[in-house]
């Protein structure tokens, strides 16, 4: 396992930005897939998107296909999640999350990741 510190969060209207990050500690130089989740008030918890540690692949939930990417800084261990065009439904606590993978297309199942920050709050006002 991997520790992770979420950051960035905040209050935006709607129509506005932000941008997360994702701190990485204990890494090894083994693969991982790095992903972004998000719960909504009373909601399960949902998958956003996820991206591979080298950064050549990306994938995303429908809902916020263009308008949110995902990036990684290796030299950082950092993982990011820009947000833009951000509407009230956004609105959540933004998780991300770690496994052991390189293959990134249909991963969105939570259970398979074994690796999670805290969480951060992002809400988006009309």
């Known amino acids: 396992q991997v520790q992770l510190a979420e950051s960035g969060g905040g209050s935006v209207q709607a129509g506005g930005s932000l941008k997360l990050s994702c701190g990485v500690s204990?890494?090894?130089?083994?693969?991982?897939?790095m992903a972004w989740f998000r719960q909504a008030p009373g909601k399960e918890r949902k998958f956003v998107g996820a991206?591979?540690?080298?950064?050549?692949?990306?994938y995303y939930d429908d809902s916020v296909k263009g308008r949110f990417t995902i990036s990684i800084d290796n030299s950082a261990n950092t993982v990011y999640l820009q947000m833009n065009s951000l509407k009230p439904e956004d609105t959540a606590v933004y998780y991300c999350?770690?496994?052991?993978?390189?293959?990134?297309?249909?991963?969105?199942?939570?259970?398979?990741?074994?690796?999670w920050g805290q969480g951060t709050q992002v809400t988006v006002s009309s």
């Open positions: 999350a770690a496994r052991r993978g390189s293959v990134v297309a249909g991963t969105r199942s939570e259970s398979r990741f074994d690796s």
């Open positions: 991206i591979n540690w080298n950064g050549g692949s990306t």
């Open positions: 204990g890494r090894t130089f083994i693969s991982y897939i």
